[in-house]
Structure formats: C-alpha cells, structure tokens
C-alpha cells in the first residue's frame, strides 16, 4: 500500500532534549511539508522540501531543523530552541507540478515532561 | 497576506439535517481551494477541492462552490450522518506556489 507513515504516534521530549520525528513515504512524490496543529487553530507550515537536498523556511520555523537527504524521507527536529513544542505534527507530500493537492500522514503528537 | 476565515464551532447536529460550514478568504488571485477533514486522532484528508472560479468540487456527499465574488467557499451536504463527525478545515494554496494556508478548523458533531 502506498501511503505516508509518520512514527512514532506520540512522543515525550524532556527539558533541553532534541528529538526527531520521522516521515517517510513511498508515493514517487517530490515535495514533502511539516505542519503543526495546536488546538483550535488551524495548520501552521514549518519547513517543506520540493526537491532532494533543498528546503526552505516555512512561516514557524524557529526550533525545528530538518533535513532531505533521500526522496521518501523528511525528519523533523524539535530542539531545545522550541519553547512550546507540545502540538500535532503532520507530515505531508505531493507531486511535483502538482504541489497544490497534498497528502497527509496520521501525524505525531509531541508531549513535554 | 493570504488567509482562510472559517465559521466558529462546534456546529451540533441531529442525523439527517442540513450542514453548511462557511469558508471565505483573502487572496492576491484566484487559488485553488480545499476542503479537508480530520477524524480523531488522525490526519487530514483531503474532501474535495475547486482550482477555478465557478467550479463546484464533491465527494462524499459534500460539496462546495468557488465563488470568485464572494471570495467563498462554503462546504454543504443536505443529510450528515454521524460518521461525518470530525474537524472540517478549510484551505488555500498560496500565491506563491509553495504550501496551503488553512483556517482554524470546523468542529462538527453529529448526534443520531
């Protein structure tokens, strides 16, 4: 089955530790963003990837890093930057030339101790 | 900048009644436009979408309109079931080509 996978499903970050969460996919698609959900509030985009070994900033960037280093996946790091990083993460991918319509994995909820 | 407003939640209804979510936005040009919803605990995925003026994008039982006048794009289905209960986001691709811009999300509950 082709699909988007997101792991793990939740995740505890302590005081001053990075953590990463994984995307993978295995559609064939180009492009790969990382969204955050906070309750009541829609998605804010993080980092996105249109091509292998580039991306760029989204609008809440601060905190995160990412990398692309193969085409199927696309980690997220929280570091110790990020002040308020409990929220739902979503990975998403599209088609190149057809960026508009994306795919969405289950997500990943990030909880602080 | 670009942006989606939606109607404030949550919307309650009884099974079988008429749903309609209202959706507007603040774009340069003529984006595409999105309906996604989001069951508990899982991501989003996505309704129906409208690429031009005039389009009406369904799926589902769903539908909506995009309406260039009224910069709207309101989602509608005459009979919800429970089922349809979950987060109805609204969403634009940007100007710039790069990443969707989402409202705040539209709770929906629906009571048998």
């Known amino acids: 089955d082709g699909g988007i996978t997101q792991s793990p499903k939740y995740l505890f970050r302590k005081e001053g530790q990075n953590v990463t969460l994984s995307c993978e996919q295995n559609?064939?698609?180009?492009?790969m963003y990382w969204y955050r959900q906070d309750p009541g509030q829609g998605l804010r985009l993080i980092y996105y990837?249109?091509?292998?070994?580039?991306?760029q900033k989204g609008d809440i960037a601060e905190g995160y890093s990412v990398s692309r280093e193969k085409k199927e996946s696309f980690p997220l790091t929280v570091t110790s930057a990020q002040k308020n990083p409990t929220a739902f993460y979503l990975c998403?991918?599209?088609?190149?030339?057809?960026?508009?319509?994306?795919?969405f994995g289950p997500g990943t909820r990030l909880l602080v101790l | 900048g670009d942006s989606v407003t939606q109607m404030e939640g949550p919307v309650t209804l009884s099974e079988e009644a008429c749903l309609t979510i209202?959706?507007?936005?603040?774009?340069?040009?003529?984006?595409?436009l999105f309906w996604y919803v989001q069951y508990p605990g899982e991501g989003l995925q996505l309704l129906l979408k409208?690429?031009?003026?005039?389009d009406k994008g369904s799926n589902k039982g769903f539908e909506a309109t995009y309406r260039k006048e009224t910069t709207s794009f309101h989602l509608e289905k005459g009979s919800v079931q429970v089922s349809d209960s979950a987060v109805y986001f609204c969403?634009?691709?940007?100007?710039?080509?790069?990443?969707?811009?989402f409202g705040k999300g539209t709770t929906l509950s629906v009571s048998s």
């Open positions: 990837s249109q091509i292998v070994n580039d991306f």
């Open positions: 209202n959706c507007t936005y603040t774009a340069t040009g003529y984006p595409s």
């Open positions: 559609l064939n698609h180009d492009a």
């Open positions: 969403a634009l691709f940007n100007q710039a080509g790069t990443a969707l811009i």
């Open positions: 998403a991918s599209a088609l190149a030339g057809s960026t508009e319509t994306q795919y």
């Open positions: 409208a690429t031009k003026a005039d």
